[in-house]
């Protein structure tokens, strides 16, 4: 069973080589060169978007790695979704939530535009306006 992520791999982007059950990632032209252990690829786990301490958004069984890999520096969704292609590929048998995990990168990435966004803006918002309005954008609870 395929999910709306997969993509068939007609433009290889990410280069991939696996060497004593260690994934070697890495994207040209970009910075972006990871080591990951193949047993770890397609473990799930809780993502919270917000500061330490609050209450944020909490996505389940969603891809660490993607997450991760994904959040840190806005990547264009091409290389989100060969990422995916990836992890299906060497890990087919994960239990990762994919729907939740293209919410949590697309939020993630926007929770941390808003934060930079903020740092700067004349009328601050506050860490809680800032996950209300990301959970009315988003149609989240």
């Known amino acids: 069973m395929f999910s709306a992520f997969f993509i068939p791999q007609l433009t290889i982007?990410?280069?991939?080589?696996?060497?004593e059950n260690?994934?070697?990632l890495s994207i040209s032209n970009e910075d972006f060169s990871?080591?990951?252990?193949?047993?770890?690829l397609g473990t799930p786990i809780d993502w919270k978007v917000g500061q330490k301490g609050t209450k944020g958004i909490v996505f389940e069984n969603v891809s660490?790695?993607?997450?991760?890999?994904?959040?840190?520096?806005?990547?264009?969704?091409k290389y989100?979704?060969?990422f995916v292609a990836i992890i299906q590929e060497n890990s087919p048998n994960n239990?990762?939530?994919?729907?939740?995990?293209?919410?949590?990168v697309t939020l993630q990435n926007q929770y941390n535009?808003?934060?930079?966004t903020?740092?700067?803006?004349?009328k601050k918002l506050t860490e809680e306006e800032i996950i209300e309005s990301l959970k009315k954008k988003f149609n989240l609870d």
Request: zero cysteines; aromatic letters at 12%; a positive charge.
């Open 113 to 116: 535009w808003l934060v930079e």
């Open 95 to 104: 239990t990762v939530n994919w729907e939740n995990t293209k919410t949590a």
């Open 22 to 24: 260690i994934l070697y």
């Open 64 to 77: 660490k790695w993607t997450l991760q890999l994904f959040t840190k520096k806005v990547t264009e969704g």
């Open 80 to 82: 989100v979704k060969e």
């Open 118 to 122: 903020n740092k700067t803006a004349k």
């Open 13 to 19: 982007m990410i280069k991939q080589s696996i060497k």
């Open 34 to 40: 990871y080591r990951i252990p193949v047993e770890k």
